[in-house]
């Protein structure tokens, strides 16, 4: 603060108080958002187009308007709070007429869990692990995400190189031949404690 | 002027045949000849303060920063009531003009952080300034189609904030927040934290993902009528909205200064 005692004059602004939200300063200093990000558009309005899922790759993009979510009251302790608030929460959806999900996975995901889609064909994720609404919403989330990710993890086949396929085949051939041998060593054993003929 | 006679006890001095003499030292041996052990030996044994090792319970506490809690709920609560004007952008200022939150900056407090108590029933479009939220309490907001940002205070600028009028009633300058410590900076630059030194288009991106981790549509900003006021935000180097650093307040006249010195331009524009 010793700089500031020095100064010499100051020069008056006046200010109409009743337009206070009209005068805005404006200021700028030399670490505004602008110099330290040259290239940034600086808006965080812009909402980004939303990946898309394809080549059979699930992106982890769900849409909210496909999705039906319902809360519903929690089981378990809880008294009062858990008898009144609705915190368990419900997706479900149409799984054969899920667009959002490529196609070769949806497939995958109908023999999976054919056992768990309603009569009509739809697919529902509960969650009431927490006491929050919107917490269990996200992990309702979470387990579908992951559940259609890890189908499509298993669609795909690992590609394997040349060198590891002629290591492969060396190993299985070493193995039999390791095999065959131990059973003639063991059949020569067992020969060796029969008593001897005239033949041999 | 005398104390009562109780008040204290005099000091009984060492003279005459009963009191003097040996300077309270008795007879002899290392007490009379001023020859002491060290405190804390025990005449060879291995003493107490070496055997027992120490637990650093309170190392760096005079380092560490508290962020006091207001909790969604409080923050609803204080919209629905009037204490707080959620159309103008709320920061540090405009909770402690409400008067039920006080800050101590000379008691390490560097401002408020946004809990999650409420964050179900939360529903208020705020454009909202805090120095710490959870991830949790920023997707409320947003859900809701407000903006919140984490901002970091200086000591000198926060002792400013959280009481403006006595502020500009001494005359000072408004000073120029600082910028946030070594430990800080990481929090503030990074967009998850929606901080107010980090790239708007990364904060723009995060809070898509923010939308689908949360499960709700992200509320289309441009569209809305208070885009100008949601989007208002203060230089880092700035403590008062609409205010510059170096600017002298004059209530009674209803003026304000600006220095013209160009050295003094140049401190508080840097």
Request: charged share 30%; proline share 7%; with cysteine.
């Amino acid at each position: 603060m010793a700089v500031l005692n020095n100064f010499s004059s100051f020069r008056r602004i006046l200010i109409n108080s009743s337009s206070s939200r009209a005068y805005l300063s404006g200021f700028k200093s030399s670490i505004t958002l602008e110099k330290l990000y040259p290239s940034s558009r600086l808006d965080i309005t812009t909402i980004p187009k939303a990946p898309e899922s394809k080549d059979g790759k699930f992106s982890g993009y769900i849409p909210m308007d496909k999705i039906q979510i319902s809360y519903a009251r929690s089981s378990g302790p809880g008294g009062q709070n858990v008898n009144c608030v609705s915190t368990k929460a419900e997706i479900r959806f149409h799984l054969a007429s899920a667009e959002w999900i490529p196609e070769p996975v949806r497939v995958k995901l109908a023999e999976k869990l054919k056992n768990q889609l309603s009569k009509e064909g739809y697919f529902i994720v509960k969650s009431d692990r927490t006491r929050s609404q919107h917490l269990n919403l996200a992990d309702t989330l979470d387990k579908l995400r992951d559940l259609i990710q890890s189908t499509a993890q298993s669609l795909v086949i690992p590609e394997i190189s040349p060198e590891t396929v002629e290591r492969q085949r060396r190993l299985r051939e070493r193995a039999a031949r390791e095999r065959l041998r131990e059973k003639r060593a063991h059949s020569m054993t067992k020969q060796g404690r029969q008593s001897p003929t005239l033949d041999s | 002027m005398k104390s009562n006679p109780k008040a204290y006890k005099q000091p009984k001095r060492g003279r005459g045949i009963y009191g003097g003499g040996k300077h309270g030292a008795g007879n002899k041996g290392s007490g009379q000849r001023q020859n002491f052990m060290r405190l804390g030996y025990e005449t060879g044994n291995n003493p107490f303060y070496l055997r027992v090792p120490k637990e650093p319970y309170y190392k760096g506490h005079h380092l560490k920063r508290e962020y006091p809690p207001i909790s969604l709920l409080q923050l609803q609560t204080m919209i629905d009531t009037g204490r707080v004007d959620p159309s103008k952008p709320l920061d540090l200022v405009a909770l402690c003009n409400s008067k039920l939150f006080l800050l101590s900056p000379l008691e390490k407090q560097f401002g408020f952080q946004l809990t999650d108590e409420g964050l179900d029933n939360f529903k208020g479009k705020v454009n909202i300034e805090v120095q710490h939220a959870s991830e949790q309490v920023i997707a409320a907001i947003e859900r809701n189609g407000g903006v919140i940002t984490t901002a970091f205070y200086d000591p000198v600028s926060l002792l400013a904030m959280r009481d403006p009028m006595k502020f500009f009633i001494s005359g000072i300058p408004i000073p120029k927040r600082q910028t946030p410590p070594e430990d800080a900076i990481e929090y503030y630059t990074d967009p998850r934290n929606r901080g107010y030194l980090a790239d708007p288009d990364l904060v723009a991106l995060e809070r898509f993902k923010l939308a689908q981790k949360y499960g709700y549509e992200l509320p289309d900003l441009k569209n809305d009528p208070e885009l100008a006021m949601l989007l208002e935000r203060k230089d880092p180097r700035q403590i008062f909205y609409g205010l510059n650093p170096g600017w002298v307040v004059n209530l009674k006249d209803k003026k304000i200064f600006e220095p013209e010195d160009e050295k003094l331009l140049e401190y508080y524009k840097t």
